[in-house]
């Protein structure tokens, strides 16, 4: 039962880290330095509850505010992307690790739960971003990622405090992911008439 539990917070923290990496990242290392609901001392996970890598974490998060023109492009889009599928392979692994001595598989599920997360958010945004653009609304288009950090920082905290909703995340993912599918294959069915 130990298990499980620590697998879907694991999972949690992970599809947390897919939607925004920083702040998640940031909550459970805090989390963990004070001993709450995480622990990595004694794994080869410590490092993430130790000052200098949550300084860090929060030097990127600030940054992230200062070149958001530039995350809002397809490469930066892409990097921060990339560093959302590192940071949740790592705290998936890193929260089995905390009271089980396999671990790596903790790495491989991190990884996909955030790449569903990440690609999931991507899609969305940029088609919310889209519309605001279209509209001419650029204030509403410039809180586009704070609310995605929010939903990282809920998702983070949720799944650390109580490891079942974790479920009811990824869930969430699946089913906008297989929404968003849908709706792609519509519009192109629908152009495919038009011919």
């Excluded at 609901?37 to 992230?64: C, H, I, K, N, R």
């Excluded at 992307?81 to 949740?88: D, P, V």
């Excluded at 971003?129 to 939903?151: H, I, K, N, T, V």
């Amino acid at each position: 039962m130990k298990l499980a539990l620590d697998i879907l917070q694991g999972l949690g923290l992970a599809s947390a880290a897919g939607l925004r990496p920083f702040l998640p990242a940031l909550l459970a290392g805090g989390l963990a330095s004070a001993d709450v609901g995480l622990d990595f001392d004694g794994t080869p996970f410590a490092f993430l509850e130790s000052p200098w890598w949550l300084l860090l974490l929060a030097f990127a998060l600030v940054a992230t505010v200062f070149v958001r023109p530039y995350l809002e492009k397809p490469a930066g889009e892409a990097a921060l992307s990339g560093i959302g599928i590192g940071l949740g392979a790592l705290l998936c692994a890193a929260s089995i690790d905390d009271r089980h001595a396999t671990w790596w598989y903790g790495l491989l599920i991190g990884a996909a739960v955030a790449y569903l997360a990440s690609s999931v958010s991507r899609a969305i945004f940029g088609r919310v971003r889209a519309r605001f653009a279209s509209a001419g609304d650029s204030q509403a288009a410039a809180a586009l990622p704070f609310y995605g950090e929010a939903a990282g920082l809920v998702v983070a905290g949720a799944s650390i405090l109580f490891p079942p909703l974790a479920l009811v995340a990824v869930g969430f993912l699946i089913a906008l992911l297989i929404t968003g599918r849908r709706r792609g294959e519509q519009k192109y069915a629908g152009l495919r008439i038009l011919r």
